[in-house]
């Protein structure tokens, strides 16, 4: 199966308020996905105000001057369609999925969500309420509790990606609804690039086009902040943190390349990596860690999609007293990966079936195919880079796998043990 049998017509066009209308004619249900990406997320963030971004979107669905709450949730309900909101390290999003024959109103409604909310005091008050929750609650799994001490010891106190999109306990509380409201006024209009709205169904691109322009036509103009971060100095960390769980952990992270276009063959090489690694009980985590020497409860790795420097990830849960074993065989599979006894070409080949059996997977509804062709087009890439995706990573040689292997592991990596209170 080909990727490019799923789409069966593409267009993209700058309108005349500035937005980036792309659209993915899809004529096998009648059902459209409409989802509004646009630059907002913890990469624009001031330190004190960590967080913001996520508690705007948490909100924003919660009340305009035109509905309420339930309003809003009823409308939708009965267009049979589902409506979210979204926020991450680098982009933020709005969608929703209705029958084609509702695509009008849905998009009113979200021209509403979008221009006109009222983010009312009770509304961000329960918001904040349940991301402090959220916050809190991760130290009780012991997964978030290592990738929370690896974040801030890897990238250091003045990155934005030293903690998760939904900030902190400390920053959450303080923040004010005239801080919401500057911000959303920062980012919900028009600057170059920055919004683009992608719509994935059974509708035509003319009709798209009118419709769009009927409700967002009054969009505002904006000045986009600046990214201000600092560069990573990464230098070896061994990060020993005491937890209540009965069990040990290991978490070793390593500094690794973002997306973009000078390094698309290390990002694609690591992406198959992880995949090598990881990729659940197939993965050679799983096969040497646990089935051959019964080390750990899980094992695995993964590298995430970033615009600023990204992070290569290795982990593994076990007992306590075994945690010394479990360096040692993490080191030997390092060591191995750098010396080519692992990872060959029929290993590389294997691995990019199971890569393009998944992104294929990952494309069977429109809401999740407008989902790539925005996030390749926030992301600088062109939307059309979702098709010449899995074409590129079949380019990867063995030899750029190595290189990539020998340019991140290093001597220069996090490793955060956690250790059971006695």
Wanted: proline share 2%; with cysteine; charged share 30%.
């Amino acid at each position: 199966m080909n990727i490019s049998s799923l789409f069966s017509y593409q267009n993209k066009e700058t309108l005349d308020n500035g937005i980036i209308l792309i659209h993915n004619y899809n004529s096998e249900q009648p059902i459209v996905a409409f989802t509004i990406f646009l630059k907002m997320g913890s990469i624009y963030e001031p330190q004190n105000i960590c967080g913001i971004s996520a508690l705007l979107q948490s909100v924003i669905i919660k009340g305009t001057k035109n509905r309420t709450a339930q309003q809003i949730a009823e409308e939708i309900e009965t267009l049979g369609g589902s409506i979210s909101a979204d926020s991450d390290y680098d982009y933020s999003t709005l969608s929703v999925a209705v029958g084609s024959q509702y695509f009008d109103k849905a998009v009113e409604i979200m021209a509403d969500i979008f221009l006109n909310p009222t983010f009312k005091e009770n509304e961000i008050e329960k918001e904040k309420f349940n991301l402090i929750a959220y916050v809190v609650s991760r130290k009780d799994n012991i997964f978030n509790l290592a990738i929370d001490e690896l974040l801030y010891n890897l990238y250091g106190k003045k990155h934005p990606y030293k903690q998760i999109p939904e900030g902190n306990t400390k920053t959450l509380k303080k923040i004010s609804r005239k801080q919401l409201l500057d911000w959303w006024q920062k980012f919900y209009g028009i600057d170059y690039k920055n919004i683009v709205i992608v719509v994935s169904g059974d509708i035509d691109f003319e009709n798209t086009k009118k419709i769009i322009m009927k409700h967002f036509e009054k969009i505002p103009k904006i000045k986009l902040p600046k990214i201000e971060y600092e560069n990573i100095k990464i230098k070896h960390k061994y990060v020993k943190k005491k937890a209540h769980f009965k069990q040990g952990y290991l978490m070793y992270g390593y500094k690794a390349p973002n997306l973009s276009k000078e390094k698309i063959k290390n990002f694609l090489s690591l992406k198959l990596l992880s995949l090598y690694l990881g990729g659940g009980m197939s993965g050679k985590l799983f096969e040497i860690l646990r089935e051959q020497n019964s080390l750990g409860y899980e094992t695995n790795c993964f590298y995430p999609t970033r615009f600023l420097d990204s992070h290569f990830v290795i982990y593994i849960g076990l007992d306590y007293d075994r945690v010394s074993i479990g360096k040692q065989k993490i080191k030997e599979i390092i060591d191995k990966l750098k010396s080519n006894e692992f990872f060959d070409d029929e290993d590389l080949n294997e691995v990019k079936s199971k890569f393009r059996g998944r992104y294929l997977l990952d494309h069977q509804t429109n809401l999740r195919q407008s989902w790539y062709l925005g996030f390749w087009e926030i992301m600088s890439f062109g939307y059309e880079y979702d098709k010449k995706y899995l074409e590129e990573v079949d380019k990867i040689s063995i030899e750029d796998v190595r290189r990539a292997v020998n340019e991140i592991f290093n001597e220069e990596f996090v490793l955060v043990e956690i250790i059971p209170k006695k």
